[in-house]
C-alpha cells in the first residue's frame, strides 16, 4: 500500500489479556520499527527489525512483549497478560534500510486501553 | 534521555515564518539531526535532516550552526494545517531515534 496500515486502530481489553496488534509496512522496505507513546510524551522505541530478524529489541520493557516479522514484511506486537500501564499508543513505522539516514513512515498508530 | 531540548510551546501567525530552535550540545561528529512532526491523533511525519549544511525541501529549511550544537526548522509560510508537536531528534545508538517532548506549534489565524 501507499503507506504504513496499523490495526486494530483502537483496542480495549482487560487487565490479564492477551493483545496482538498488527503493521503492514511499505510495500519493499526492510526495516520495521515499534515504539509506544504515552499521553504528552515522544515516541519511545521498543524495537527494530531488518527483515526477518530483531535487529535491536532492547526497548521491550519486559518478556510480556513480544513482537514477529516472519516473512520480512507484516509484523505483530504481541502483549501477554496486559497491565493498566500499557496503556498507549503503539506506533509501528518502516523505512529503506539507508546507512546513517533514519527516514521513518510512520503509521497512525494502534491506541491500546487496558482497563 | 532526549539528546536536545525544545522550548515547550510556541505560537506563530498564521502566513508568517516559524522559526523552530533546538539545542543538542552532545551531538557527535557524525550524528544528524533529525525533525518529526506530529498532528493530534497521527503518526509521526517526517519532515527534514541534516549533518553539517543547512538543507531545504519542500516543506521546511534546516539551518545548523557551524559548530553543530543547535539547529533551527524553519516553516516559511505557516498555514494552521501547520499547528502539531514538532520534534528535534539527534541519532541514538543503534537505529534507535531518541525523542523528547517535542514543541507544541500553534498557529493563529
Known amino acids: 500500500g501507499a503507506g504504513v496500515s496499523q490495526t486494530p486502530s483502537n483496542k480495549v481489553t482487560e487487565k490479564g489479556k492477551y493483545v496482538e496488534l498488527r503493521c503492514d509496512p511499505i510495500s519493499g522496505h526492510t526495516a520495521l520499527y515499534w515504539y509506544r507513546q504515552s499521553l504528552g510524551q515522544g515516541p519511545e522505541f521498543l524495537i527494530y527489525?531488518?527483515?526477518?530478524?530483531?535487529?535491536?529489541d532492547s526497548g521491550l520493557p519486559n518478556d510480556r512483549f513480544f513482537a514477529v516479522r516472519p516473512e520480512g514484511s507484516v509484523s505483530t506486537l504481541k502483549i501477554q497478560r496486559t497491565e493498566r500501564g500499557d496503556s498507549a499508543v503503539y506506533l509501528c513505522?518502516?523505512?529503506?534500510?539507508?546507512?546513517?539516514?533514519?527516514?521513518?513512515?510512520f503509521g497512525a498508530g494502534s491506541r491500546l486501553t487496558v482497563l | 534521555d532526549a539528546k536536545t531540548t525544545q522550548p515547550t510551546s510556541m505560537d506563530c501567525a498564521e502566513g508568517r515564518a516559524a522559526n523552530l530552535p533546538c539545542n543538542h550540545s552532545?551531538?557527535?561528529?557524525?550524528?544528524?539531526v533529525y525533525w518529526y512532526r506530529q498532528i493530534h491523533s497521527q503518526g509521526p511525519q517526517y519532515i527534514i535532516h541534516?549533518?553539517?549544511?543547512?538543507e531545504t525541501n519542500e516543506m521546511a529549511s534546516l539551518i545548523i550552526t557551524e559548530d553543530r550544537k543547535s539547529s533551527t526548522l524553519i516553516l516559511p509560510h505557516a498555514t494552521l494545517r501547520d499547528t502539531a508537536v514538532y520534534y528535534c531528534i539527534v541519532k541514538g545508538s543503534n537505529y534507535q531515534l531518541i525523542w523528547g517532548a517535542g514543541t507544541k506549534l500553534i498557529i493563529k489565524p
Open positions: 552532545t551531538i557527535s561528529g557524525n550524528e544528524y
Open positions: 541534516g549533518l553539517k549544511n543547512n
Open positions: 513505522a518502516s523505512s529503506l534500510d539507508r546507512a546513517g539516514a533514519n527516514v521513518l513512515t
Open positions: 527489525f531488518q527483515g526477518t530478524g530483531a535487529a535491536d
